[in-house]
């Protein structure tokens, strides 16, 4: 079932305007993407549609992308009163709460900084506990490019030395058609490095700010994701107060919206989901 978008906006406590997308009819749940995401990204808008079948779906920018403004300043702080916004304009109150990948995490410290949610569930984030640990001056080096002219740089710099994709994977990703759409939003990615913030170090994931979200957490990883993304997610679930553990089977970064929505929608409505053993093709 196809369902009806209406196009909406919501100013954030700087007066910064974030466009929104809503949908469906239920309870309200908030879609928060990671980093290159935004709230016309194919997979959001088919994940969107799939849960609109029993909420009222919410999928905004984050600002500095695509139809939200930039504000006056960019930070974390601000990303997270930009979440507060959205869930009050969605909700009048809590809301159920999805973060893809750093979007995750933001979700996560916006919970615990006190972001009303009734639930929230994240997929795979992207915490670095040991092996390759990105360059420290990985978001200036992003920013400079970027200022200069040269987003694709930027992308490629992002990907192979931030997330860790392979160099010819990505130089063959310029030759795909969503190229375009990565580098639109190139200048937001030192944003999601700040979020990132200290996680990104190769050390064991420190308890703080994680034991202070009070809502229950549905932690997602895919089991044909690299090893780290499991164990990175087994220390978020070790150190959240309320967690429930899914890995989805066959799945990874690229995960199934079918598959995902199903998670998020049956933990969102019961406060449950299946619980999966970690499998490795």
């Known amino acids: 079932m196809s369902h009806r978008v ?3 906006h919501v100013r954030s406590a700087d007066g910064t305007r974030l466009a929104l997308d809503v949908l469906g009819s239920g309870p309200p749940l908030v879609l928060v993407g990671g980093a290159f995401s935004f709230r016309r990204w194919k997979g959001f808008v088919e994940l969107a549609q799939l849960l609109a079948d029993d909420f009222t779906v919410v999928g905004y920018d984050r600002r500095g992308r695509a139809d ?23 909700s009048g109150g809590p809301a159920h709460v ?5 979007g995750g995490v933001l979700s996560l410290r916006a919970a615990a900084a006190g972001v009303p949610m009734r639930s929230l569930a994240v997929y795979q984030p992207p915490f670095v506990l040991g092996g390759r640990v990105p360059p420290a001056d990985l978001a200036e080096r992003v920013a400079r490019l970027v200022a200069a002219g040269k987003r694709s740089k930027a992308v490629r710099l992002f990907m192979t030395r931030g997330m860790g994709a392979p160099a010819p994977a990505v130089l063959l990703m310029r030759l795909a058609p969503f190229w375009r759409d990565l580098t639109a939003v ?20 420190d308890p703080q700010p994680w034991r ?3 809502v229950p957490v549905l932690v997602i990883d895919g089991g044909k994701s690299p090893a780290g993304a499991g164990a990175a997610a087994d220390a978020l679930a070790g150190h959240l107060p309320h967690a429930t553990r899914l890995t989805l089977p066959g799945q990874g970064h ?3 919206m079918p598959a995902l929505a199903a998670a998020i929608g049956d933990f969102a409505i019961s406060g449950r989901a299946d619980d999966h053993r970690r499998t490795r093709p």
Request: glycine letters at 8%.
């Open 254 to 256: 690229n995960v199934s």
């Open 98 to 102: 999805f973060g893809m990948s750093s």
């Open 212 to 214: 202070d979200v009070p």
């Open 6 to 8: 209406i196009v909406d």
């Open 68 to 90: 939200s403004e930039p504000g006056p300043a960019t930070s974390v702080a601000l990303e997270m009163a930009d979440l507060r916004a959205v869930v009050a304009h969605a």
């Open 186 to 205: 190139a200048h937001t990615l030192p944003a999601d490095h700040a979020v990132m913030g200290e996680t990104l170090a190769g050390r064991p994931l």
